[in-house]
């Protein structure tokens, strides 16, 4: 009997250090291959130097790769995995949101606009974008003093912890999942692009304002902005200090 195969996917350096950490006590269990986007072209390069971290394109790999591993781990993919990957594998997403809540991109930032809740949803992966049986899954709260970034990093270490408990049952299939009561939304990058398009003339609360350049600051990222009269952007940001 072969060995379990893992292939983690992942383009979040931090998670990526952290969850080499938390697989080291299955050194010799489980074999775990490492692979990024291959459009991603932010990776440190201290990541792939010993070639343990490799660039991978899922839309051009075949079922001969596939094949090789029992699992797939997408842990913060840029990149879709193919249907015909999704349907034949079982193939498990780490997702920095609460399912079926804020599907899609940047699940935090619009947490914060809407007050839906956020966290962590770890599932199986069907064709759909963030969306299958659900296997485990945890709420945080968001704080007005937070800004997007905040709620990002808690969402990571919320990450790396549930990982931490629950790998060797999400390896070897030893769980039970359910699904949402309803489809919930999703949202792309088209609708965050909108929201860091700030209209200097939009009538609304302090707190709606507020709450629009919480949830898109994001350090070291300029994101919000609004155009001066020659037509130059300014970015615009938040700092907020609990007392």
Not at 179 to 195: C, K, M, Q, T, V
């Amino acid at each position: 009997m072969r060995d379990i195969r893992v292939c983690v996917i992942t383009d979040n350096e931090f998670l990526f250090h952290g969850f080499k950490k938390i697989i080291q006590k299955y050194s010799g269990i489980y074999e775990f291959e490492f692979y990024y986007s291959y459009f991603n072209t932010g990776i440190m390069p201290e990541c792939f130097a010993k070639e343990e971290y490799r660039p991978i394109c899922l839309k051009n790999e075949n079922e001969q790769f596939f094949s090789k591993f029992d699992l797939f781990l997408s842990i913060h993919c840029k990149q879709l995995f193919p249907k015909e990957l999704v349907m034949k594998h079982r193939c498990i997403n780490i997702h920095p949101g609460f399912n079926p809540y804020n599907r899609g991109w940047f699940p935090q930032v619009f947490s914060i606009i809407d007050k839906q809740p956020v966290g962590v949803t770890i599932h199986e992966m069907d064709a759909e974008l963030d969306h299958g049986p659900i296997i485990i899954q945890q709420e945080i709260p968001i704080y007005e003093h937070e800004t997007s970034f905040d709620v990002y990093q808690k969402i990571q270490e919320l990450e790396l912890k549930l990982l931490a408990d629950n790998l060797e049952v999400l390896i070897l299939g030893d769980y039970k999942t359910w699904l949402p009561d309803f489809e919930g939304n999703i949202n792309n990058e088209a609708d965050f692009r909108s929201l860091c398009e700030l209209d200097m003339d939009r009538v609304g609360t302090f707190r709606e304002f507020l709450d629009i350049l919480r949830a898109t600051t994001f350090a070291p990222y300029d994101n919000a902005y609004f155009l001066d009269k020659d037509n130059n952007k300014i970015f615009v940001s938040v700092n907020l200090k609990k007392s």
